[in-house]
Nanobody
Framework: QAHVTESGGGVVQAGGSLRLSCAAS????????MGWFRQAPGKEREFVAA????????YYADSLKGRFTVSKHNAENTVYLQMNGLKPEDTAVYYC????????????????????WGQGTQVTVSS
């Protein structure tokens, strides 16, 4: 059974930065797209960013381009999300997951995830 562990969240002031980590275990994620998602209180979980495991192609939610950067470390089976210029509206629980199908329509990415969701990591941005 594949398992991911998210970490790196915390409380930061608006304009600050955080780097989230997603450590994957249980099987190789080679060949998958690894994605970051977030869910704010009272809202649906939404796509944030993703990176292909082998090719290094990256994908971002339109509203987050330029502030967030996704990267990976294959040897460590880990994916990162560098978040800069954080805003209060970025406050959410952030999750990662393997994506089996990713599409883009109407200005939004739609992802079919492979595994059960982990605990996530809380990011709180104060104004």
């Amino acid at each position: 059974q594949a398992h991911v562990t998210e970490s790196g969240g915390g409380v930061v002031q608006a304009g600050g930065s955080l780097r989230l980590s997603c450590a994957a275990s249980g099987r190789t994620f080679s060949g998958y797209v690894m994605g970051w998602f977030r869910q704010a209180p009272g809202k649906e979980r939404e796509f944030v960013a993703a990176i292909s495991w082998s090719g290094g192609n990256t994908y971002y939610a339109d509203s987050l381009k330029g502030r967030f950067t996704v990267s990976k470390h294959n040897a460590e089976n880990t994916v990162y999300l560098q978040m800069n210029g954080l805003k209060p509206e970025d406050t959410a629980v952030y999750y990662c997951n393997a994506i089996s199908h990713l599409s883009y329509f109407g200005g939004r990415h739609n992802a079919k995830v492979e595994d059960d969701w982990g605990q996530g990591t809380q990011v709180t941005v104060s104004s």
